[in-house]
């Protein structure tokens, strides 16, 4: 007899989780609290975020009083060689999107879409204008970064993001992960990897909705931002789920999560006259980078991916 979805229980979990959040939003804007100070940060990171796995634990242990184990609270040594594809995953998705913003950015494909541009002069006069914003008068170009190979500071943020990304970004990313690819990953199983994917990548970026209206992301663009997160969320939800399935731990999407957080500034640096809702990570390009590379994973490893759903 094949087991039915619990419908109920995923309404409690996403209605809870949007409460708790929404509420730490609301706290946030009423303090006009500006999203690019590191303070703010914190608060989202300890607060907003923890919000996921803290509505998980209510819903599963206070009311149906049931495993964490369910959600991936686990380890196992076996599947310790899967986290090698985190850092692949993660140069793919940045590699891949720098693809994308050449060939619709610097053919001129889309007007104003933005270039890339690797360049010292470049690199030394986004970092000065970020300087300057934050009151500090320094002159780069008389400095060792202004030396730096454009090429070689690529690989330093892309190795920055594996790095530090993958590691003290977690505790945050994990808050977040044990909601999407916890109890929402376990209870959408039985839908199938595409439609469970996509629900949950839906809930995703919902949940970002209140950040995005006080500046996430799209601080010049905010409802079509809303939109393109969804999209966002929902084209990366089946790499993180898939990555949820090979590692049989919650451990591995919070790591991959804390990468893609830490190495979304790379295209600030290096594509002039940025369009944030074309040449970022979370647009356009980004979400076609993420379609493309979900799309590839499941195709080079559809049996697995078909065999673990199938399973009751």
């Not at 939003?25 to 914190?42: C, H, P, R, V, Y």
């Not at 809303?226 to 790499?239: A, C, D, G, R, V």
């Not at 970022?280 to 195709?299: D, E, K, P, Q």
Request: proline letters at 4%.
């Amino acid at each position: 007899m094949k087991t039915k979805i619990n419908w109920y229980k995923i309404a409690l979990f996403t209605t809870l989780t949007y409460c708790l959040s929404w509420f730490v939003s609301f706290l946030l804007s009423i303090n006009n609290l500006d999203l690019s100070q590191i303070k703010t940060a914190i608060f989202v990171a300890v607060f907003y975020m923890s919000m996921p796995a803290i509505s998980a634990v209510i819903v599963q242990k206070l009311i149906y009083k049931q495993s964490l184990k369910l959600f991936g609270w686990t380890f196992p040594k076996k599947n310790i060689k899967y986290y090698l594809l985190l850092p692949i995953i993660l140069v793919s998705i940045i590699l891949l999107t720098t693809l994308i913003i050449y060939i619709l950015g610097n053919q001129n494909v889309i007007p104003n879409f933005g270039k890339l541009n690797f360049s010292s002069e470049n690199i030394v006069q986004f970092l000065q204008e970020t300087l300057t914003k934050k009151g500090k008068n320094i002159d780069l170009s008389k400095t060792p970064i202004s030396k730096i190979p454009p090429i070689l500071f690529f690989i330093l943020l892309l190795v920055q993001g594996i790095v530090v990304g993958g590691i003290f970004n977690v505790p945050a990313t994990f808050g977040e992960e044990f909601g999407w690819r916890g109890i929402l990953f376990h209870e959408t199983k039985k839908m199938g990897f595409w439609k469970s994917s996509i629900l949950i990548g839906i809930i995703w970026g919902i949940w970002h909705f209140p950040l995005i209206f006080i500046g996430l992301n799209y601080p010049e663009n905010h409802k079509i931002g809303l939109l393109l997160m969804t999209l966002f969320t929902i084209s990366l939800s089946p790499i993180f789920s898939y990555i949820r399935l090979k590692t049989n731990s919650i451990l591995g999407p919070s790591m991959l999560h804390g990468m893609i957080n830490g190495s979304a500034g790379i295209f600030a640096i290096f594509v002039a006259n940025q369009n944030e809702l074309y040449s970022s990570i979370s647009g356009l390009a980004g979400i076609l980078g993420g379609t493309i590379i979900s799309v590839s994973i499941y195709l080079l490893d559809k049996k697995n991916i078909q065999k673990f759903y199938s399973e009751k």
